[in-house]
């Protein structure tokens, strides 16, 4: 949970140096731009257990129409209101907050690169924070790591990690990871026997 709180304190301070042009930019997320990216990760926080499950059977029980539905919920809100929010939701509440803030740790994570990789907005993420986030998103039901490189090995050249057996997949820890969240855009790091094969599953 400290790990999380440190995530979203981070991703706070991104949102509020974005300038009114780079919140309408477009995201990794598909159809989304960077408003809508931010509006999904706080879009469970407010949430409680009676409206959060009356939204996934409204979504039908199908993620990306449960998930469209909280960006909906939250389109009226300003940059400026969103910003603020994600500072009152640390720690993180609801949904977000299960398994020991690692819900909030792990989407947060990925979702900041959703934005920074596109605004060419680099970060340095803390060592046992981004190694925290490996492993979970391993076994994590939403990313499916270890499913989608199943056959490789995960080798990070800049950080003590690796997973997996067969054709070697090396690279940035933090592109493993989003590779791993299937972004294509991670790609363009990696290298090595075994990217054909995880190319295949990312963009297959």
Known sequence: MQMACEERADFADL??????QQWEHPSLCERWRVKDVVAHVLSYDELSRGKLVWRFVKG??????INAIGVAECATRSPEQLTELMRACIPPRGLPSGFGG???????????Q????PLGIPRTIPP???RTVLNFALKSPALRGARRTRGVRMVATDLDWAYGSGPEV????E???????ARPDALNQLSGPGKDVLAQRICG
């Open 128 to 130: 046992q924070r981004l």
């Open 15 to 20: 949102l509020a140096g974005l300038s009114p």
């Open 102 to 112: 690692m819900i909030a740790l792990t989407d947060g994570m990925v979702h900041q």
């Open 175 to 181: 592109a493993l990871l989003m590779a791993m969240a």
């Open 114 to 117: 959703d934005i920074r990789r």
């Open 60 to 65: 039908g029980l199908w993620p990306s129409r």
């Open 170 to 173: 090396s690279g940035p820890a």
